[in-house]
């Protein structure tokens, strides 16, 4: 990144102070791979990051994690909780000041459903409304159960009752898009990005920044600000100094530099928030030696997560499960894996491979995009080699082509950190562990697992007995190491005092209400 974001980003800088435009940086990418909200390219934090600034859906989840109206101004649920009628917003508009109707939420979803987004999340996030998979499939043309009734309404049918829908629908994969601008310009439509949301796409400028605009017609408010400028920037530490020398305004949205926490953590621009946020390890089930549970476990069993917590400057809390503290259901009774070098080495032996020998090589793939990746890579070795005997090779690989590596599951054993879309259990454990499901990159299979979690899906958000149902699912696949848990994290963001209202909560970065930001 030394050229976009050398002297001449640090120079142009200087004199920006009061001209109205937040300069914010996205860690952990040279440019974004889409921004069109159904592509599978596009569900990465880095490009769910600016897609959350442009576009919306018919809900969304305020700053206090409630669900709110959007395009939508109210709803109402029938037929025994599978029928959700929404009424629009009147005199809503596209950020180019195109009117939406009903018309234009159904052409959205049946887009997301489409074939040409097969590979994506609608099918993951919104599969039980009838008849989406059958589009996906090419088994029908238009979703079944997503019908408009007039211009201002718009019906969605569940084929069961789903706790969650109402915070599936506020995720990036149900956002409204323009369908006269996709049909006018083609695949680079996102180029001329407009949606509901507060700022429109002025310029992408591909490898270096994207700069947005406000939208004039954004229900909640035209924006104070006079744009956004989001930079890409590959390293943590490259956007930390852009911070330091007032080039960028926020930094660490997406990543902070651990080795930098002493320098600011008495600072007023830094802000720390526990997240709903796991970083683990996913064991690709597919190959040997990890399709062996022992193995799992052993592997588990023979680090110390406390002194993985102590590398990164203790940003990290040593996680115990797969539930995030501060996450509805959340168990802190639960039994992990601790730190145990004689059990683990009892496993391996038990596996058929005692002291490591005759055990396949082992790679522990990491992802390019975390500038702490060789960090916990090398701890993770040298606790492997001390404990099991074992060694094990840490490539680091480019973040595009590690995510497409995980979706293929060609891997071993990886790296994944997985922040909540929104706050409750089954976005952790039903939509990456169910049998089959989009995100179980390491094909964990348990029918136990799979009865009791579908069977929380569809009860009232709030039970008990549904949070009961989840705690048990989850130390099944804790005991099974379905996930080998590393750490809960926490959302570290610098943001500079100059800068008014932006906060960081338990889902990272946020605005109560764009329209009333400002900076300077």
Do not use: C
């Not at 009752?161 to 049909?183: F, G, K, N």
């Not at 949301?197 to 992408?204: D, L, N």
């Not at 499960?321 to 145990?340: C, E, S, T």
Request: hydrophobic share 40%; proline share 7%.
């Amino acid at each position: 990144m030394a050229g976009p974001h050398g002297v001449g980003g640090v120079h142009a800088a200087t004199g920006h102070a009061s001209d109205g435009i937040l300069r914010m940086s996205d860690e952990g990418e040279n440019d974004l791979p889409s921004i069109d909200p159904p592509s599978p390219n596009a569900g990465d934090a880095q490009s769910n990051l600016v897609e959350g600034l442009i576009f919306g859906g018919l809900v969304r989840i305020d700053d206090k994690l409630h669900i709110q109206p959007n395009a939508a101004s109210s709803w109402q649920i029938s037929n025994g909780g599978k029928t959700y009628t929404f009424t629009l917003r009147k005199g809503l508009k596209f950020g180019d000041g195109t009117p939406i109707s009903a018309d234009d939420v159904v052409w959205s979803f049946n887009r997301a459903f489409s074939p040409d987004f097969a590979s994506g999340a609608a099918d993951y996030y919104l599969g039980h409304i009838v008849g989406g998979s059958d589009v996906t499939n090419k088994k029908a043309k238009t979703v079944k159960g997503i019908k408009a009734i007039g211009s201002d309404k718009v019906q969605i049918t569940l084929d069961q009752p789903e706790a969650v829908i109402l915070y599936q629908l506020a995720y990036s994969v149900a956002d409204i898009v323009p369908r006269h601008l996709i049909e006018k310009y083609g695949k680079t439509w996102t180029e001329h990005a407009v949606g509901i949301g507060p700022f429109t796409v002025k310029q992408w400028k591909h490898g270096q920044e994207i700069d947005l605009a406000p939208n004039p017609y954004y229900w909640r408010g035209q924006p104070k600000l006079k744009g956004v400028i989001v930079e890409f920037v590959q390293s943590a530490d490259t956007a930390y100094n852009l911070y330091r020398t007032k080039a960028v305004d926020v930094m660490g949205a997406i990543h902070f530099p651990n080795n930098r926490l002493g320098e600011v953590k008495s600072t007023p621009d830094f802000h720390e928030v526990a997240q709903l946020f796991t970083e683990y390890l996913t064991p690709n089930e597919h190959k040997a030696p990890f399709n062996n549970v022992l193995v799992r476990r052993a592997f588990s069993y023979a680090f110390d997560r406390a002194a993985l917590a102590r590398v990164l400057n203790n940003r990290v809390l040593p996680a115990s499960g797969i539930l995030p503290p501060g996450m509805p259901g959340f168990n802190p009774q639960l039994k992990g894996q601790v730190f145990n070098p004689t059990l683990a080495k009892q496993l391996l032996a038990q596996a058929g491979y005692p002291g490591g020998k005759g055990l396949p090589k082992i790679t522990l793939s990491v992802d390019g995009g975390d500038s702490d990746g060789p960090t916990k890579a090398n701890l993770l070795r040298e606790y492997w080699k001390q404990v099991l005997g074992v060694d094990v090779s840490t490539p680091t690989i480019e973040h595009g082509a590690y995510n497409d590596a995980l979706t293929a599951r060609n891997y071993q054993i990886a790296f994944i950190a997985w922040g909540a879309d929104y706050p409750d259990p089954q976005n952790f454990l039903s939509l990456q562990l169910q049998s089959g499901t989009g995100n179980n990159n390491g094909d964990y299979r348990n029918p136990t697992f799979d009865r009791l979690t579908m069977q929380a899906d569809i009860m009232p958000v709030n039970s008990r007995e549904r949070y009961e149902l989840y705690r048990k699912a989850e130390q099944i696949a804790v005991n099974d190491a379905a996930w080998i848990v590393l750490d809960w994290a926490k959302a570290d963001v610098l943001i500079r005092p100059s800068v008014h209202g932006l906060i960081v909560n338990a889902l990272g970065l946020t605005a109560p209400n764009w329209a009333t930001v400002t900076v300077g």
